[in-house]
Nanobody
Framework: QVQLVESGGGLAQPGGSLRLSCAAS????????MSWARQAPGKGLEWVSG????????YNADSVKGRFTIPRDNAKDRVHLQINSLRPEDTALYYC??????????????WGQGTQVTVSS
């Protein structure tokens, strides 16, 4: 069955970096676009980054442009979220999601369980 397992979260200081990972299994990873979203305490779900199935195009929310990147490794069935210049407002539960097709159309059909990122000095 389809599984998405996030890892790499933790406690980090403002200005630091974290690299989140999402290990995918149970489907042809290279056929699906992937995205990351986050949910801060007391707030709704916010989409942050997406990448096409072949990695040819990437989208980032305005709130994270210039600080977040979303590399993927189709050989290892993994997608990452590189978070630089961490801010306290980046504190959230971060989720990996699978798009139904190869493009970032915002149609998600599977989600991981999330990994917590806490930014604090």
């Amino acid at each position: 069955q389809v599984q998405l397992v996030e890892s790499g979260g933790g406690l980090a200081q403002p200005g630091g970096s974290l690299r989140l990972s999402c290990a995918a299994s149970g489907f042809t990873f290279s056929a699906h676009a992937m995205s990351w979203a986050r949910q801060a305490p007391g707030k709704g779900l916010e989409w942050v980054s997406g990448i096409y199935s072949d990695g040819s195009d990437i989208y980032n929310a305005d709130s994270v442009k210039g600080r977040f990147t979303i590399p993927r490794d189709n050989a290892k069935d993994r997608v990452h979220l590189q978070i630089n210049s961490l801010r306290p407002e980046d504190t959230a539960l971060y989720y990996c999601s699978r798009e139904m097709g190869g493009f970032c159309w915002g149609r998600y059909d599977y989600w991981g369980q999330g990994t917590q990122v806490t930014v604090s000095s």
